[in-house]
DNA sequence: GTCTATATCCAGATAGAC
DNA sequence: GTCTATCTGGATATAGAC
Protein backbone atom coordinates (compact mmCIF):
# COMPACT_ATOMS: atom_id res chain seq x y z
CA UNK A 1 0.00 0.00 0.00
CA UNK A 2 2.64 2.76 0.78
CA UNK A 3 4.40 1.99 -2.69
CA UNK A 4 1.30 2.35 -4.12
CA UNK A 5 0.94 5.95 -2.64
CA UNK A 6 4.54 6.63 -3.32
CA UNK A 7 4.30 5.52 -6.86
CA UNK A 8 1.00 7.45 -7.09
CA UNK A 9 2.54 10.42 -5.41
CA UNK A 10 5.42 10.52 -8.04
CA UNK A 11 2.67 10.43 -10.94
CA UNK A 12 1.21 13.49 -9.18
CA UNK A 13 4.73 15.34 -9.10
CA UNK A 14 5.08 14.08 -12.29
CA UNK A 15 1.68 15.79 -13.63
CA UNK A 16 2.77 19.10 -11.55
CA UNK A 17 5.96 19.34 -12.98
CA UNK A 18 4.67 19.32 -16.59
CA UNK A 19 2.04 21.82 -15.67
CA UNK A 20 4.41 24.06 -14.31
CA UNK A 21 6.96 24.33 -17.02
CA UNK A 22 4.40 25.04 -19.42
CA UNK A 23 2.97 27.42 -17.36
CA UNK A 24 6.58 28.94 -17.02
CA UNK A 25 6.99 29.19 -20.82
CA UNK A 26 3.36 30.92 -21.33
CA UNK A 27 3.60 33.57 -18.26
CA UNK A 28 7.22 34.43 -19.81
CA UNK A 29 5.99 34.84 -23.35
CA UNK A 30 2.77 36.37 -22.11
CA UNK A 31 2.82 37.74 -18.55
CA UNK A 32 0.44 36.36 -15.69
CA UNK A 33 -2.95 37.90 -16.43
CA UNK A 34 -2.39 37.60 -20.26
CA UNK A 35 -1.71 33.65 -19.87
CA UNK A 36 -5.36 31.90 -19.53
CA UNK A 37 -5.98 28.86 -17.36
CA UNK A 38 -7.50 27.36 -20.37
CA UNK A 39 -3.50 28.18 -22.51
CA UNK A 40 -1.90 26.75 -19.85
CA UNK A 41 -4.29 22.88 -19.93
CA UNK A 42 -3.89 23.41 -23.48
CA UNK A 43 -0.35 23.42 -23.77
CA UNK A 44 -0.06 20.44 -20.95
CA UNK A 45 -2.28 18.70 -23.36
CA UNK A 46 -5.29 18.00 -20.43
CA UNK A 47 -8.06 19.97 -19.48
CA UNK A 48 -9.18 22.28 -17.97
CA UNK A 49 -11.39 20.57 -15.30
CA UNK A 50 -8.33 18.27 -14.60
CA UNK A 51 -5.94 21.24 -13.83
CA UNK A 52 -7.60 21.88 -10.74
CA UNK A 53 -6.86 18.73 -9.71
CA UNK A 54 -3.08 19.71 -9.65
CA UNK A 55 -3.78 23.41 -8.61
CA UNK A 56 -6.15 25.56 -6.56
CA UNK A 57 -5.89 28.43 -9.07
CA UNK A 58 -3.74 30.10 -10.86
CA UNK A 59 -2.07 32.58 -8.91
CA UNK A 60 -0.72 29.28 -7.14
CA UNK A 61 0.82 27.70 -10.16
CA UNK A 62 2.69 31.73 -10.56
CA UNK A 63 3.48 31.81 -6.77
CA UNK A 64 5.14 27.75 -7.13
CA UNK A 65 7.37 29.25 -10.28
CA UNK A 66 8.23 32.23 -8.22
CA UNK A 67 9.50 30.31 -5.32
CA UNK A 68 11.06 27.43 -7.93
CA UNK A 69 12.89 30.40 -9.58
CA UNK A 70 14.37 32.02 -6.65
CA UNK A 71 15.53 28.48 -5.15
CA UNK A 72 17.27 28.58 -8.32
CA UNK A 73 19.14 31.98 -8.08
CA UNK A 74 19.97 32.18 -4.58
CA UNK A 75 20.72 28.74 -4.15
CA UNK A 76 23.76 29.45 -7.32
CA UNK A 77 24.84 32.48 -5.29
CA UNK A 78 25.24 30.71 -2.02
CA UNK A 79 26.83 27.71 -3.86
CA UNK A 80 29.55 30.44 -5.10
CA UNK A 81 30.35 32.38 -1.85
CA UNK A 82 31.27 28.81 -0.38
CA UNK A 83 33.67 28.27 -3.82
CA UNK A 84 37.12 27.93 -2.71
CA UNK A 85 37.95 30.72 -5.51
CA UNK A 86 39.53 34.33 -4.76
CA UNK A 87 36.59 36.96 -5.39
CA UNK A 88 37.70 38.01 -9.10
CA UNK A 89 37.54 34.45 -9.94
CA UNK A 90 34.13 34.41 -8.37
CA UNK A 91 32.94 37.18 -10.31
CA UNK A 92 34.31 35.89 -13.61
CA UNK A 93 32.84 32.55 -13.01
CA UNK A 94 29.47 33.64 -12.24
CA UNK A 95 29.34 35.83 -15.68
CA UNK A 96 30.78 32.85 -17.54
CA UNK A 97 28.32 30.68 -16.17
CA UNK A 98 25.71 32.94 -16.06
CA UNK A 99 25.63 33.42 -19.98
CA UNK A 100 26.81 30.11 -20.81
CA UNK A 101 23.12 29.32 -19.00
CA UNK A 102 20.86 32.27 -21.00
CA UNK A 103 22.79 30.74 -23.98
CA UNK A 104 21.56 26.91 -23.29
CA UNK A 105 18.95 26.79 -20.98
CA UNK A 106 15.97 28.55 -22.34
CA UNK A 107 14.14 27.85 -18.66
CA UNK A 108 17.01 29.76 -16.83
CA UNK A 109 16.04 32.93 -19.38
CA UNK A 110 12.01 32.52 -18.79
CA UNK A 111 13.02 32.18 -14.85
CA UNK A 112 14.87 35.66 -14.76
CA UNK A 113 11.93 37.28 -17.17
CA UNK A 114 9.64 35.78 -14.84
CA UNK A 115 11.40 37.13 -11.65
CA UNK A 116 11.80 40.64 -13.27
CA UNK A 117 8.30 41.18 -14.33
CA UNK A 118 6.82 39.64 -11.20
CA UNK A 119 9.36 42.60 -9.30
CA UNK A 120 8.27 45.08 -11.77
CA UNK A 121 4.77 44.30 -11.69
CA UNK A 122 2.22 45.68 -8.71
CA UNK A 123 -0.30 43.51 -9.90
CA UNK A 124 0.80 39.81 -8.77
CA UNK A 125 -0.51 37.54 -5.70
CA UNK A 126 0.25 38.83 -2.63
CA UNK A 127 1.80 35.71 -1.55
CA UNK A 128 4.33 36.13 -4.60
CA UNK A 129 5.25 39.69 -3.30
CA UNK A 130 5.89 38.45 -0.16
CA UNK A 131 8.57 35.91 -1.17
CA UNK A 132 9.79 38.63 -4.09
CA UNK A 133 9.96 40.92 -1.30
CA UNK A 134 12.04 38.65 1.27
CA UNK A 135 14.26 36.82 -1.67
CA UNK A 136 14.74 39.38 -3.93
CA UNK A 137 17.74 41.39 -2.05
CA UNK A 138 19.72 38.28 -1.48
CA UNK A 139 21.70 38.16 -5.12
CA UNK A 140 22.82 41.82 -5.17
CA UNK A 141 23.94 41.51 -1.49
CA UNK A 142 26.00 38.03 -2.08
CA UNK A 143 27.73 39.93 -5.25
CA UNK A 144 28.12 42.71 -3.05
CA UNK A 145 30.15 40.86 -0.67
CA UNK A 146 32.31 39.33 -3.17
CA UNK A 147 33.37 42.78 -4.41
CA UNK A 148 34.16 44.12 -1.57
CA UNK A 149 36.06 41.23 -0.68
CA UNK A 150 38.00 41.61 -3.60
CA UNK A 151 38.40 45.01 -3.48
CA UNK A 152 40.54 44.35 -0.59
CA UNK A 153 43.20 42.48 -2.27
CA UNK A 154 43.36 44.68 -5.36
CA UNK A 155 41.70 42.65 -7.63
CA UNK A 156 38.82 44.46 -8.37
CA UNK A 157 37.84 47.95 -9.39
CA UNK A 158 37.34 50.68 -6.40
CA UNK A 159 34.22 51.90 -7.75
CA UNK A 160 30.60 51.87 -5.31
CA UNK A 161 30.40 48.02 -5.01
CA UNK A 162 26.72 48.66 -4.39
CA UNK A 163 26.95 50.30 -7.71
CA UNK A 164 29.03 47.22 -9.79
CA UNK A 165 26.52 44.65 -7.95
CA UNK A 166 23.35 46.74 -9.86
CA UNK A 167 25.29 46.64 -12.95
CA UNK A 168 26.12 43.15 -12.19
CA UNK A 169 22.93 42.12 -11.96
CA UNK A 170 20.98 44.03 -14.26
CA UNK A 171 22.78 43.78 -17.22
CA UNK A 172 22.37 40.07 -16.53
CA UNK A 173 18.76 40.99 -16.39
CA UNK A 174 18.67 43.12 -19.62
CA UNK A 175 20.71 40.45 -21.24
CA UNK A 176 17.91 37.61 -19.82
CA UNK A 177 15.15 39.58 -21.09
CA UNK A 178 16.50 39.91 -24.25
CA UNK A 179 16.95 36.28 -24.80
CA UNK A 180 13.45 35.26 -23.85
CA UNK A 181 12.24 37.73 -26.55
CA UNK A 182 14.81 36.32 -29.09
CA UNK A 183 14.87 32.96 -28.61
CA UNK A 184 17.48 30.82 -29.67
CA UNK A 185 18.83 32.95 -32.32
CA UNK A 186 20.41 34.40 -29.18
CA UNK A 187 24.32 34.48 -28.98
CA UNK A 188 25.50 35.64 -25.48
CA UNK A 189 27.83 38.23 -25.65
CA UNK A 190 31.55 37.90 -25.65
CA UNK A 191 32.17 37.33 -21.30
CA UNK A 192 34.94 39.95 -21.64
CA UNK A 193 32.91 42.98 -22.66
CA UNK A 194 31.24 42.37 -18.99
CA UNK A 195 34.52 41.17 -17.01
CA UNK A 196 36.02 44.39 -17.62
CA UNK A 197 33.81 46.29 -16.31
CA UNK A 198 34.47 44.35 -12.61
CA UNK A 199 38.21 43.94 -13.27
CA UNK A 200 41.71 45.84 -12.91
CA UNK A 201 44.02 45.36 -15.67
CA UNK B 1 -15.61 79.50 -35.79
CA UNK B 2 -12.44 78.20 -36.88
CA UNK B 3 -11.04 79.87 -34.09
CA UNK B 4 -13.20 77.65 -31.55
CA UNK B 5 -12.67 74.36 -33.29
CA UNK B 6 -8.83 75.14 -33.11
CA UNK B 7 -9.59 75.78 -29.33
CA UNK B 8 -11.60 72.37 -29.06
CA UNK B 9 -9.11 70.59 -30.26
CA UNK B 10 -6.47 71.86 -28.61
CA UNK B 11 -9.08 70.76 -25.06
CA UNK B 12 -9.56 67.37 -27.16
CA UNK B 13 -5.79 67.32 -27.33
CA UNK B 14 -4.99 68.04 -23.63
CA UNK B 15 -7.34 65.19 -22.36
CA UNK B 16 -5.44 63.01 -24.19
CA UNK B 17 -2.86 63.14 -23.24
CA UNK B 18 -3.99 63.47 -19.65
CA UNK B 19 -5.13 59.65 -20.33
CA UNK B 20 -2.38 58.42 -21.85
CA UNK B 21 -0.17 59.78 -18.70
CA UNK B 22 -2.01 57.89 -16.39
CA UNK B 23 -2.26 55.07 -19.13
CA UNK B 24 1.42 54.63 -18.89
CA UNK B 25 2.07 55.27 -15.10
CA UNK B 26 -0.12 52.17 -14.81
CA UNK B 27 0.52 49.95 -18.10
CA UNK B 28 4.34 50.83 -16.84
CA UNK B 29 3.43 49.34 -13.21
CA UNK B 30 1.27 46.70 -13.65
CA UNK B 31 1.40 45.29 -17.41
CA UNK B 32 -1.37 45.74 -19.99
CA UNK B 33 -4.00 43.29 -19.61
CA UNK B 34 -3.69 43.76 -15.78
CA UNK B 35 -4.47 47.08 -16.32
CA UNK B 36 -8.56 47.90 -16.23
CA UNK B 37 -9.84 50.59 -18.31
CA UNK B 38 -11.76 51.78 -15.08
CA UNK B 39 -8.33 52.28 -13.30
CA UNK B 40 -7.30 54.31 -16.35
CA UNK B 41 -10.25 56.39 -15.81
CA UNK B 42 -10.05 56.83 -12.31
CA UNK B 43 -6.68 57.51 -12.33
CA UNK B 44 -7.24 60.43 -14.81
CA UNK B 45 -10.35 61.29 -13.26
CA UNK B 46 -13.03 61.00 -15.68
CA UNK B 47 -15.91 58.42 -15.90
CA UNK B 48 -15.34 55.48 -17.99
CA UNK B 49 -17.31 56.32 -20.17
CA UNK B 50 -15.99 59.70 -21.27
CA UNK B 51 -12.63 58.02 -21.71
CA UNK B 52 -14.58 56.27 -24.77
CA UNK B 53 -15.04 59.79 -26.20
CA UNK B 54 -11.56 59.92 -26.44
CA UNK B 55 -10.00 56.44 -27.26
CA UNK B 56 -11.59 53.26 -28.89
CA UNK B 57 -10.22 51.07 -26.86
CA UNK B 58 -7.81 50.42 -24.17
CA UNK B 59 -5.54 48.65 -27.05
CA UNK B 60 -5.80 51.74 -28.97
CA UNK B 61 -4.12 53.69 -25.92
CA UNK B 62 -1.61 51.17 -25.07
CA UNK B 63 -0.51 51.52 -29.14
CA UNK B 64 -0.46 55.24 -29.20
CA UNK B 65 2.21 54.91 -26.52
CA UNK B 66 4.50 52.53 -28.04
CA UNK B 67 4.19 54.68 -30.55
CA UNK B 68 5.40 57.61 -28.85
CA UNK B 69 8.27 55.55 -26.78
CA UNK B 70 9.83 54.80 -30.35
CA UNK B 71 9.52 58.18 -31.54
CA UNK B 72 11.13 59.62 -28.22
CA UNK B 73 14.07 56.75 -28.72
CA UNK B 74 14.77 56.42 -32.08
CA UNK B 75 14.46 60.37 -32.71
CA UNK B 76 17.39 60.51 -29.76
CA UNK B 77 19.54 57.93 -31.55
CA UNK B 78 18.97 59.55 -34.79
CA UNK B 79 20.19 63.16 -33.28
CA UNK B 80 23.24 61.42 -31.45
CA UNK B 81 24.47 59.90 -35.02
CA UNK B 82 23.85 63.62 -36.16
CA UNK B 83 25.89 65.41 -33.69
CA UNK B 84 29.70 66.72 -34.51
CA UNK B 85 31.21 64.28 -32.15
CA UNK B 86 34.10 61.84 -32.17
CA UNK B 87 32.11 57.96 -32.03
CA UNK B 88 33.91 57.81 -28.75
CA UNK B 89 32.28 61.32 -27.54
CA UNK B 90 28.79 59.54 -28.49
CA UNK B 91 28.61 57.00 -26.63
CA UNK B 92 30.10 58.66 -23.28
CA UNK B 93 27.84 61.10 -24.39
CA UNK B 94 24.84 58.77 -24.65
CA UNK B 95 25.12 56.98 -21.81
CA UNK B 96 25.94 59.88 -19.71
CA UNK B 97 22.15 61.50 -21.02
CA UNK B 98 20.24 57.87 -20.37
CA UNK B 99 21.48 57.65 -17.05
CA UNK B 100 20.84 61.17 -16.00
CA UNK B 101 17.18 60.56 -18.15
CA UNK B 102 16.42 57.44 -16.11
CA UNK B 103 17.12 58.93 -12.36
CA UNK B 104 15.36 62.42 -13.34
CA UNK B 105 12.07 61.80 -15.49
CA UNK B 106 10.13 58.72 -14.50
CA UNK B 107 8.58 59.00 -17.33
CA UNK B 108 11.51 57.73 -19.37
CA UNK B 109 12.14 55.04 -17.29
CA UNK B 110 8.56 54.13 -17.75
CA UNK B 111 8.61 54.12 -21.71
CA UNK B 112 12.07 51.71 -21.48
CA UNK B 113 9.44 49.66 -19.24
CA UNK B 114 6.81 49.67 -21.76
CA UNK B 115 8.65 48.86 -24.54
CA UNK B 116 10.89 45.96 -22.71
CA UNK B 117 7.61 44.50 -21.78
CA UNK B 118 5.64 44.92 -25.27
CA UNK B 119 8.77 43.47 -26.64
CA UNK B 120 8.66 40.69 -24.60
CA UNK B 121 5.32 39.70 -24.63
CA UNK B 122 3.14 37.89 -26.98
CA UNK B 123 0.07 38.69 -25.98
CA UNK B 124 0.15 42.94 -27.36
CA UNK B 125 -2.23 44.24 -29.62
CA UNK B 126 -1.39 43.38 -33.38
CA UNK B 127 -1.11 47.00 -34.44
CA UNK B 128 1.57 47.57 -31.43
CA UNK B 129 3.85 44.48 -33.08
CA UNK B 130 4.02 46.09 -35.93
CA UNK B 131 5.72 49.22 -34.54
CA UNK B 132 7.90 46.79 -32.41
CA UNK B 133 8.92 45.09 -35.74
CA UNK B 134 9.44 47.85 -37.74
CA UNK B 135 11.00 50.03 -34.80
CA UNK B 136 13.11 47.78 -32.35
CA UNK B 137 15.90 47.07 -34.18
CA UNK B 138 16.75 50.62 -35.29
CA UNK B 139 18.45 51.42 -31.62
CA UNK B 140 20.71 48.90 -31.84
CA UNK B 141 21.96 49.78 -35.41
CA UNK B 142 22.16 53.20 -34.83
CA UNK B 143 24.69 52.19 -31.75
CA UNK B 144 26.72 49.53 -34.13
CA UNK B 145 27.08 52.26 -36.19
CA UNK B 146 29.04 54.50 -34.05
CA UNK B 147 30.82 51.88 -32.81
CA UNK B 148 32.30 50.68 -36.24
CA UNK B 149 33.15 53.99 -36.42
CA UNK B 150 34.86 54.42 -33.16
CA UNK B 151 37.16 51.21 -33.83
CA UNK B 152 38.41 52.42 -36.90
CA UNK B 153 40.06 55.74 -35.46
CA UNK B 154 41.03 53.30 -32.79
CA UNK B 155 39.12 54.86 -29.79
CA UNK B 156 36.87 52.23 -29.29
CA UNK B 157 37.45 48.70 -27.87
CA UNK B 158 38.17 45.81 -30.90
CA UNK B 159 35.09 43.51 -29.51
CA UNK B 160 32.54 42.30 -32.18
CA UNK B 161 30.15 45.58 -32.73
CA UNK B 162 26.98 43.65 -32.41
CA UNK B 163 27.79 42.40 -29.07
CA UNK B 164 28.77 45.78 -27.76
CA UNK B 165 25.44 47.63 -29.18
CA UNK B 166 23.59 44.73 -27.57
CA UNK B 167 25.19 45.29 -24.27
CA UNK B 168 24.65 48.85 -24.57
CA UNK B 169 21.08 48.42 -24.66
CA UNK B 170 20.38 45.38 -22.81
CA UNK B 171 22.33 47.39 -19.77
CA UNK B 172 20.27 50.17 -20.49
CA UNK B 173 17.40 48.36 -20.00
CA UNK B 174 18.27 46.48 -16.94
CA UNK B 175 18.83 49.24 -15.14
CA UNK B 176 15.53 50.91 -16.40
CA UNK B 177 13.81 48.19 -15.58
CA UNK B 178 15.31 48.33 -12.18
CA UNK B 179 14.43 52.30 -11.61
CA UNK B 180 10.79 51.52 -12.57
CA UNK B 181 10.78 48.98 -9.95
CA UNK B 182 12.27 51.39 -7.28
CA UNK B 183 11.14 54.18 -7.96
CA UNK B 184 12.47 57.32 -6.55
CA UNK B 185 14.98 55.23 -4.36
CA UNK B 186 16.86 54.74 -7.59
CA UNK B 187 20.26 55.96 -7.92
CA UNK B 188 21.97 55.57 -10.91
CA UNK B 189 25.26 53.76 -10.91
CA UNK B 190 28.68 55.75 -11.83
CA UNK B 191 28.89 56.36 -15.55
CA UNK B 192 32.49 55.27 -15.70
CA UNK B 193 31.34 51.55 -14.64
CA UNK B 194 29.26 51.44 -17.98
CA UNK B 195 32.25 53.50 -20.35
CA UNK B 196 34.63 51.16 -19.42
CA UNK B 197 33.05 48.39 -21.59
CA UNK B 198 33.53 50.16 -25.07
CA UNK B 199 36.07 52.80 -24.65
CA UNK B 200 39.89 52.23 -24.73
CA UNK B 201 42.57 53.02 -22.06
C1' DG C 1 -19.10 66.84 -22.92
C1' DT C 2 -20.03 64.19 -19.08
C1' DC C 3 -22.16 60.94 -16.28
C1' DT C 4 -24.75 56.47 -14.75
C1' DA C 5 -26.65 52.29 -15.99
C1' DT C 6 -26.41 48.26 -18.58
C1' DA C 7 -25.52 44.77 -22.26
C1' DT C 8 -22.18 41.52 -23.58
C1' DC C 9 -18.56 38.71 -23.35
C1' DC C 10 -15.02 35.97 -21.53
C1' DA C 11 -12.02 33.89 -18.10
C1' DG C 12 -11.61 31.54 -13.59
C1' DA C 13 -13.36 28.18 -11.02
C1' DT C 14 -16.84 24.35 -9.81
C1' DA C 15 -19.98 20.32 -10.35
C1' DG C 16 -21.00 16.14 -11.72
C1' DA C 17 -20.86 12.23 -15.11
C1' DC C 18 -17.84 8.48 -16.48
C1' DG D 1 -8.21 10.50 -12.62
C1' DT D 2 -10.23 12.65 -16.36
C1' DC D 3 -13.53 14.95 -19.03
C1' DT D 4 -17.61 18.15 -20.40
C1' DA D 5 -20.84 21.35 -19.05
C1' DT D 6 -21.93 25.12 -16.29
C1' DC D 7 -21.94 28.84 -12.82
C1' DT D 8 -20.30 33.24 -11.54
C1' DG D 9 -17.89 37.40 -11.42
C1' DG D 10 -15.79 40.97 -13.45
C1' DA D 11 -14.07 43.79 -17.33
C1' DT D 12 -14.88 45.98 -21.87
C1' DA D 13 -17.60 48.57 -24.34
C1' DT D 14 -22.23 50.81 -25.36
C1' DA D 15 -26.60 53.37 -24.62
C1' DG D 16 -29.02 56.87 -23.15
C1' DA D 17 -30.08 60.64 -19.78
C1' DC D 18 -28.60 65.33 -18.56
Known sequence: MTRNK???????????EQILSKALMLFAARGLSATKISDIAKAADISQGLLYHYFESKDEIFVELIKNGFDRLNGACRWLEDQDMTPKEKIVFALVELLKLLEQNEDAARYHLLIAQATASESIPDQARVIIEKENSYPYEAIERIIIEGQKDDLLKKA????LALVFWTTINGLAIYKAVHGKSFKAPDVSILTCMFTKG
Do not use: F, S
Request: zero cysteines; charged letters at 60%.
Open 160 to 163: DPKD
Open 6 to 16: ELNQKIRDGRR
